[in-house]
Nanobody
Framework: QLQLVESGGGLVQPGGSLRLSCAAS????????IGWFRQAPGKEREGVSCIATTRDSGYADSVEGRFTISRDNAKNTVYLQMNSLKPEDTGVYYC?????????????????WGQGTRVTVSA
């Protein structure tokens, strides 16, 4: 059974930091591109960041310079370090995977999804 499990969400004040984790089980992430997505209340899901098997990465304009994605293949885990958090970063964050070896993680159809972890940025 292929599974992704997110963790690390919570309540944080504006300007604070969180690190989200996405742990895979049932498969190895070495051959998969990983994306982080989020869905704010009343809004559509949007892409936040992604990382390819080559560790090339991409970010949404809204998080560029504040978020950093990384992967630890030995731990079968991908991380999203989120700094300088803003109230508009509030939402449920999902990680997703697609088998795709190479340098591009953008415009992929991700087909393995986690259940999400909630991030709330509020004073």
């Amino acid at each position: 059974q292929l599974q992704l499990v997110e963790s690390g969400g919570g309540l944080v004040q504006p300007g604070g930091s969180l690190r989200l984790s996405c742990a895979a089980s049932g498969f190895t992430l070495n051959y998969y591109a990983i994306g982080w997505f989020r869905q704010a209340p009343g809004k559509e899901r949007e892409g936040v960041s992604c990382i390819a098997t080559t560790r090339d990465s991409g970010y949404a304009d809204s998080v560029e310079g504040r978020f950093t994605i990384s992967r630890d293949n030995a731990k079968n885990t991908v991380y999203l370090q989120m700094n300088s958090l803003k109230p508009e970063d509030t939402g449920v964050y999902y990680c997703a995977a697609v088998r795709a070896v190479g340098s591009s993680c953008l415009k992929r159809v991700y087909d393995i999804w986690g259940q999400g972890t909630r991030v709330t940025v509020s004073a």
